[in-house]
C-alpha cells in the first residue's frame, strides 16, 4: 500500500513540473526531461497513471471535503453539533454556486480527469513497455476516468465533457447531457473491463472485478438492469472473492486488504505519504471526552461531531437486532473510563464511564446505575423523530475508526476507504433482478449478505422469501449493509425515493427539499472564469 502512496505523490509532482511552471527562477534553471520524451519511457507513463489516482483522495481530505454531499439530506443523517454545511441537509438557501464544497469536487475531479486524459491520449508514443503492459495501465486511466466522470455527472448533471489532452488554456466550456456523459462512463468501463488484469501487486490499483462491478452500478443507475445483473454476476461469479465471515471484520483498520473488498482509496500511517489523509473518523465521533472519567484517546477516536444518525436509522438497525448482528459491529455503545483526573466517587480505571444506546432505558434501570455511570437512550437524543439537547452526544458509527492515527488530536486518518466491496454487488444484482421480475434469485442475492450478517444460529431467521423483496425492502436492507458508506443520497435520488424519504424521515429537511435539489449549482468559480458564462447554463433554481 505504501508503495502505491508513495508513487503517487512522485508521479503527481512529476506530472505538474512536467506541464511547464512559469515561475521558477531563472537564476536556478531546473532541467527536466522534456514531456515528450518522458511520457514515452515505462517510468514516465507509469507515473502519469500513478498520478491519476491522487484526486481521488480529495474526496476525504481537508475541511471543505465532500462528506456533506453524500451524508447529509438523506433519510440516514441529520446533523450534530457541528454545524458547518448544514445547508446541505436542510435544504436551504445556502447551497449556492459559490459553495466551497462544490469547488472542492469540481476542481480536484476535473483536474483527475485531466492527467486521465493525458494518459489516454499519449498511450500510443510509449515505447518501454509491452502492448499488454501499455494495454493494462491505460486501463488503469478509463477506470479512473469513468469513476470521476460518474460522481460529477450523480451530483451536477450534465457536465462539460472533457476527454483530451489539455495542451492550451481553454476559457469556454459546454455541458454534454447526461446521456453523453454516462455513455462515456460506459464506454470507458467496457475499455478497462477488457484490458485490466484480474488482480494487481499493488492493492488499490483497478481491476477487472472492479470495472465490472463499477458498471453494475452505473447499469442500475441508468435503469438498465439486464446489464446491471449481468454485471454483478460476473464479479460474483468469476473471481475467487468472497463475503467475510465476520461483518465486523470490514472495519478492522488492519485488514485493509481482504476478499470482499473490490477497490479501496489507499491512505498511510507515514505522514509524508498521507497528506491531509482521511477525515471522515472525525464526523461521526461524539464528545465522549466530555462525560465524567473520559479524555481524548487513539482507539476512542478524536470527536467532531458533524453527523448524527436520524430516529429512523436508528430504528431501523435496533428493529431485527436479535437477530442481525450489523449495529453491534459497526457502532459503539459503551465508553470505558480513561481519565484519573475526572472519575466519579467509586469509579476506577477501565470501568464503564457511560452508554448511549438508541433505544428507550426505563427510568427504573437508569436510577440503579446512576452512581455508577451513566446512561443516554433515544429520549436524550430524540423527541419524537426531532433531535434535542447539544447533539453532541450519541451512538458512535465505526465503520472510519482510526486508532493509528499519529496523536489523539491529529484530524489526518491512516484508514483506507472501502469505495466498492462485493456486499454492495449482491445487493445491485438483488435489485436488478426485482427489477426484472426475478424475485426468487433476487431474493437469494439478498439472504447471502443476510445470512453473513446473522447472529450464529439465526441464518435461517435473517432470510427474507421472494414476495418480501420490494424497492423499498432494498432500500432498508442497503442501509442495514452499506450506510455510512457514503452511497445514500445517489441511492435515493436513482430510485426516485430522494424526496419522498427526506419528507418522510429527516425533519431537518423535509420543509424545503424539492425537485431543484436532485442536481447541486455549478460552481460559480467554474461559470466565473468563463468567456462564454452567458451561455453556460447552471442548474435550474440557482
Same mark, same amino acid.
Given at each position: 500500500?505504501?508503495?502505491?502512496?508513495?508513487?503517487?505523490?512522485?508521479?503527481?509532482?512529476?506530472?505538474?513540473?512536467?506541464?511547464?511552471?512559469?515561475?521558477?527562477?531563472?537564476?536556478?534553471?531546473?532541467?527536466?526531461?522534456?514531456?515528450?520524451?518522458?511520457?514515452?519511457?515505462?517510468?514516465?507513463?507509469?507515473?502519469?497513471?500513478?498520478?491519476?489516482?491522487?484526486?481521488?483522495?480529495?474526496?476525504?481530505?481537508? +475541511?471543505?471535503?465532500?462528506?456533506?454531499?453524500?451524508?447529509?439530506?438523506?433519510?440516514?443523517?441529520?446533523? +450534530?453539533?457541528?454545524?458547518?454545511?448544514?445547508?446541505?441537509?436542510?435544504?436551504?438557501?445556502?447551497?449556492?454556486?459559490? *459553495?466551497?464544497?462544490?469547488? $472542492?469536487?469540481?476542481?480536484?475531479?476535473?483536474?483527475?480527469?485531466?492527467?486521465?486524459?493525458?494518459?489516454?491520449?499519449?498511450?500510443?508514443?510509449?515505447?518501454?513497455?509491452?502492448?499488454?503492459? =501499455?494495454?493494462?495501465?491505460?486501463?488503469?486511466?478509463?477506470?479512473?476516468?469513468?469513476?470521476?466522470?460518474?460522481?460529477?455527472?450523480?451530483?451536477?448533471?450534465?457536465?462539460?465533457?472533457?476527454?483530451?489532452?489539455?495542451?492550451?488554456?481553454?476559457?469556454?466550456?459546454?455541458?454534454?447531457?447526461?446521456?453523453?456523459?454516462?455513455?462515456?462512463?460506459?464506454?470507458?468501463?467496457?475499455?478497462? $473491463?477488457?484490458?485490466?488484469?484480474?488482480?494487481?501487486?499493488?492493492?488499490?490499483?483497478?481491476?477487472?472485478?472492479?470495472?465490472?462491478?463499477?458498471?453494475?452500478?452505473?447499469?442500475?443507475?441508468?435503469?438498465? *438492469?439486464?446489464?446491471?445483473?449481468?454485471?454483478?454476476?460476473?464479479?460474483?461469479?468469476?473471481?475467487?472473492?468472497?463475503?467475510?465471515?465476520?461483518? %465486523?471484520?470490514?472495519?478492522?483498520? %488492519?485488514?485493509?486488504?481482504?476478499?470482499?473488498?473490490?477497490?479501496?482509496?489507499?491512505?498511510?500511517?507515514?505522514?509524508?505519504?498521507?497528506? *491531509?489523509?482521511? %477525515?471522515?473518523?472525525?464526523?461521526?465521533?461524539?464528545?465522549?471526552?466530555?462525560?465524567?472519567?473520559?479524555?481524548?484517546?487513539?482507539?476512542?477516536?478524536?470527536?467532531?461531531?458533524?453527523?448524527?444518525?436520524?430516529?429512523?436509522?436508528?430504528?431501523?438497525?435496533?428493529? #431485527?437486532?436479535?437477530?442481525?448482528?450489523?449495529?453491534?459491529?459497526?457502532?459503539?455503545? =459503551?465508553?470505558?473510563? #480513561?481519565?484519573?483526573?475526572?472519575?466519579?466517587?467509586?469509579?476506577?480505571?477501565?470501568?464503564?464511564?457511560?452508554?448511549? =444506546?438508541?433505544?428507550?432505558?426505563?427510568?427504573?434501570?437508569?436510577?440503579?446505575?446512576?452512581?455508577?455511570? +451513566?446512561?443516554?437512550?433515544?429520549?436524550?437524543?430524540?423527541?419524537?423523530?426531532?433531535?434535542?439537547?447539544?447533539?453532541?452526544?450519541?451512538?458512535?458509527?465505526?465503520?472510519?475508526?482510526?486508532?493509528?492515527?499519529?496523536?489523539?488530536?491529529?484530524?489526518? +486518518?491512516?484508514?483506507?476507504?472501502? $469505495?466498492?466491496?462485493?456486499?454492495?454487488?449482491?445487493?445491485?444484482?438483488?435489485?436488478?433482478?426485482?427489477?426484472?421480475? *426475478?424475485?426468487?434469485?433476487?431474493?437469494?442475492?439478498?439472504? =447471502?449478505?443476510?445470512?453473513?450478517?446473522?447472529?450464529?444460529?439465526?441464518? &435461517? #431467521?435473517?432470510?427474507?422469501?421472494?414476495? $418480501?423483496?420490494?424497492?423499498?425492502?432494498?432500500?432498508d436492507e442497503r442501509a442495514r449493509e452499506l450506510g455510512g458508506e457514503r452511497l445514500r443520497w445517489a441511492d435515493l435520488k436513482r430510485t426516485g425515493k430522494l424526496i419522498e424519504r427526506v419528507k418522510l424521515y429527516n425533519p431537518?429537511?423535509? %420543509?424545503?427539499?424539492?425537485?431543484?435539489?436532485?442536481?447541486?449549482?455549478?460552481?460559480? #468559480?467554474?461559470?466565473?472564469?468563463?468567456?462564454?458564462?452567458?451561455?453556460? &447554463?447552471?442548474?435550474?433554481?440557482?
Amino acid at each position: 500500500m505504501n508503495k502505491i502512496i508513495s508513487t503517487l505523490f512522485f508521479s503527481l509532482a512529476c506530472f505538474f513540473l512536467l506541464q511547464g511552471c512559469a515561475d521558477l527562477l531563472e537564476e536556478e534553471k531546473i532541467v527536466s526531461p522534456p514531456v515528450d520524451t518522458y511520457y514515452k519511457t515505462a517510468d514516465g507513463y507509469n507515473g502519469l497513471v500513478n498520478a491519476a489516482y491522487t484526486f481521488s483522495r480529495s474526496l476525504f481530505a481537508g +475541511g471543505n471535503n465532500y462528506a456533506p454531499l453524500v451524508f447529509f439530506g438523506t433519510d440516514l443523517w441529520t446533523n +450534530g453539533s457541528d454545524a458547518s454545511f448544514i445547508e446541505f441537509n436542510a435544504y436551504n438557501s445556502a447551497i449556492q454556486p459559490a *459553495n466551497p464544497v462544490l469547488w $472542492e469536487l469540481w476542481s480536484n475531479f476535473y483536474q483527475g480527469i485531466a492527467v486521465c486524459n493525458t494518459a489516454i491520449s499519449r498511450v500510443d508514443e510509449v515505447t518501454e513497455l509491452s502492448e499488454s503492459e =501499455v494495454n493494462s495501465k491505460v486501463a488503469e486511466a478509463y477506470f479512473l476516468r469513468a469513476w470521476y466522470y460518474h460522481i460529477l455527472v450523480m451530483h451536477f448533471g450534465g457536465v462539460p465533457l472533457k476527454t483530451e489532452e489539455v495542451t492550451e488554456v481553454e476559457t469556454t466550456a459546454t455541458r454534454a447531457s447526461e446521456d453523453e456523459v454516462y455513455t462515456q462512463i460506459i464506454n470507458d468501463l467496457l475499455f478497462a $473491463e477488457q484490458y485490466l488484469p484480474d488482480v494487481q501487486s499493488d492493492f488499490g490499483r483497478a481491476t477487472k472485478p472492479a470495472a465490472q462491478a463499477l458498471l453494475a452500478r452505473v447499469y442500475l443507475t441508468r435503469d438498465q *438492469n439486464e446489464e446491471a445483473a449481468t454485471y454483478a454476476k460476473k464479479v460474483i461469479n468469476d473471481y475467487d472473492l468472497a463475503l467475510l465471515d465476520d461483518y %465486523a471484520d470490514l472495519w478492522d483498520v %488492519a485488514n485493509r486488504e481482504n476478499s470482499e473488498v473490490l477497490w479501496s482509496i489507499q491512505f498511510s500511517q507515514d505522514e509524508r505519504l498521507n497528506a *491531509n489523509g482521511n %477525515a471522515y473518523f472525525l464526523y461521526f465521533t461524539p464528545r465522549y471526552d466530555l462525560q465524567p472519567g473520559m479524555k481524548r484517546a487513539l482507539e476512542n477516536d478524536r470527536p467532531w461531531p458533524r453527523f448524527l444518525a436520524t430516529r429512523f436509522y436508528l430504528d431501523l438497525l435496533q428493529a #431485527n437486532r436479535a437477530q442481525d448482528s450489523r449495529y453491534d459491529k459497526s457502532w459503539k455503545e =459503551v465508553w470505558y473510563a #480513561n481519565n484519573e483526573a475526572t472519575l466519579l466517587p467509586g469509579m476506577e480505571i477501565g470501568d464503564t464511564a457511560f452508554i448511549y =444506546v438508541p433505544y428507550e432505558v426505563p427510568q427504573s434501570v437508569k436510577d440503579t446505575k446512576k452512581d455508577k455511570y +451513566g446512561i443516554f437512550d433515544i429520549n436524550n437524543l430524540y423527541d419524537g423523530e426531532t433531535p434535542v439537547g447539544s447533539l453532541e452526544l450519541f451512538p458512535h458509527m465505526r465503520k472510519y475508526k482510526d486508532p493509528l492515527r499519529a496523536s489523539i488530536n491529529s484530524g489526518v +486518518g491512516t484508514k483506507n476507504v472501502i $469505495e466498492i466491496r462485493l456486499g454492495e454487488v449482491y445487493l445491485i444484482a438483488a435489485e436488478a433482478l426485482m427489477k426484472l421480475g *426475478n424475485l426468487a434469485e433476487g431474493a437469494e442475492m439478498v439472504n =447471502v449478505v443476510r445470512r453473513r450478517a446473522a447472529w450464529p444460529g439465526e441464518e &435461517q #431467521n435473517m432470510e427474507i422469501t421472494p414476495n $418480501e423483496l420490494t424497492l423499498d425492502f432494498i432500500l432498508d436492507e442497503r442501509a442495514r449493509e452499506l450506510g455510512g458508506e457514503r452511497l445514500r443520497w445517489a441511492d435515493l435520488k436513482r430510485t426516485g425515493k430522494l424526496i419522498e424519504r427526506v419528507k418522510l424521515y429527516n425533519p431537518t429537511g423535509r %420543509a424545503n427539499v424539492e425537485e431543484k435539489h436532485l442536481l447541486r449549482p455549478i460552481p460559480s #468559480n467554474m461559470i466565473d472564469r468563463l468567456t462564454n458564462r452567458e451561455e453556460f &447554463q447552471q442548474n435550474p433554481g440557482y
